[in-house]
Structure formats: C-alpha cells, structure tokens
C-alpha cells in the first residue's frame, strides 16, 4: 500500500495517498473516526489488480463530528487540485460517501460517477445524469440497507445497488477483496 502524505493548504493538514496510474481515476473518503488507512486494501487491490488509479483522502486531523461537511468537501477539491485531477470517480465510506454526494453536487463537472459504501440517511439529492454504484454490508446495522434501496429509487435509471453478504458497517475493511470486486467490475464498463 502507498504511504499517506499530507498537503497543508492554508494551515490544514489533509492526510491522502496516491495508488496506481491506469486510465480509470477513483477518489475513495473513509468513514469518519475510522482509522485512514482503511480503505487502503480496497485502493490497494484496485490499482495492483485492476489498473485503477486511486486516490485515497482522509479527514484532517482537528476534523470532528462538528467540522462542517463543506469542509470536508472544501479538503477533498484541494488535494484534487494539487494533484490535477480533473475528472473522477468519487466515492467514501459511510459519512466519506456523504462528503462524496455534496463533492458531486458542487462539482458535478469534475466527475465521472459516485461510489457509495453504505449510504447515509442525509437529504443530499443524486447529481442528474451520473452513475451511482451503491455497496452495503446485508448484516450492516449502523447504515441499513434500506438507506441504499431508498436511494437508488431516486433514480433507478441510474443508480445500481449490490450487497455483500453477511458483512456488516465496516465491510470495506472486513470484506475489502469482495467489494474491490464490485467495483472494479462496475467501473470497468466506464
């Protein structure tokens, strides 16, 4: 796995790690408290297996449950900018996925679709047009299931949703080679 970095744009250190260099980008944002090397077997297996390029961005560390979700966004465009990446897939665990939807509403530009791991129950609308992959854990008690099927029936032209079996909230972490599955799968129609 890449080793973490840190940018400091205006005084802000904002932890990400850069894997691989193959034609399909993905920005992968953990879950928030999750230690941010958790998505690292997921990114590690994209850009190892499946030629991905991947750019994992934690939350900083004064971040807390009270750091504005435009912050968090606002962290997520910088590193994006200081590596000039232009046109993406997005996507984050649990809250990641959050900040990932709002990344999609205020930049909808600069992306290729959105990847949610679990989704949370939050009134952030789909991003017209964009293809949404949703992922959740069929045993996950802290972002049921349900939360992604409501989703997806915002737009089921377009939003796909699969499961992996018997894993629960922390499935990237406990189940990381199933679900880079399902991603790489997905995204490499893209």
């Given at each position: 796995m890449s080793d973490?970095?840190?940018?400091?744009?205006?005084?802000?250190?904002?932890?990400?790690?850069?894997?691989?260099?193959?034609?399909?980008?993905?920005?992968?944002?953990?879950?928030?408290?999750?230690?941010?090397?958790a998505l690292g077997t997921i990114a590690h297996y994209l850009a190892e297996e499946?030629?991905?390029?991947?750019?994992?961005?934690?939350?900083r560390a004064e971040a807390d449950e009270a750091?504005?979700?435009?912050?968090?966004?606002?962290?997520v465009t910088a590193?994006?900018?200081?590596?000039?990446?232009?046109h993406t897939w997005i996507g984050g665990h649990g809250?990641?996925?959050?900040?990932?939807?709002?990344?999609v509403v205020e930049h909808h530009e600069r992306v290729n679709g959105l990847l949610l791991l679990g989704v949370e129950d939050v009134d952030i609308p789909l991003a017209p047009v964009l293809p949404v992959l949703i992922i959740q854990g069929t045993d996950d008690?802290?972002?049921p299931p349900a939360n992604g099927e409501r989703l997806r029936a915002t737009a089921p032209?377009?939003?796909?949703?699969?499961?992996?079996?018997?894993?629960?909230?922390?499935?990237?972490m406990t189940h990381?080679?199933?679900?880079?599955?399902?991603?790489?799968e997905y995204l490499d129609w893209d």
């Open positions: 973490i970095q840190i940018f400091e744009p205006d005084g802000r250190a904002i932890p990400y790690a850069v894997e691989g260099e193959g034609p399909v980008s993905l920005v992968l944002i953990p879950e928030h408290g999750i230690e941010r090397n499946a030629g991905f390029h991947v750019v994992r961005v934690g939350s750091t504005a979700l435009v912050d968090h966004v606002a962290d590193v994006l900018e200081h590596l000039g990446l232009e809250f990641g996925g959050t900040v990932a939807r709002e990344f008690q802290t972002l032209e377009r939003a796909t949703v699969r499961a992996v079996d018997g894993a629960g909230h922390l499935f990237p990381p080679v199933p679900t880079a599955f399902i991603i790489e």
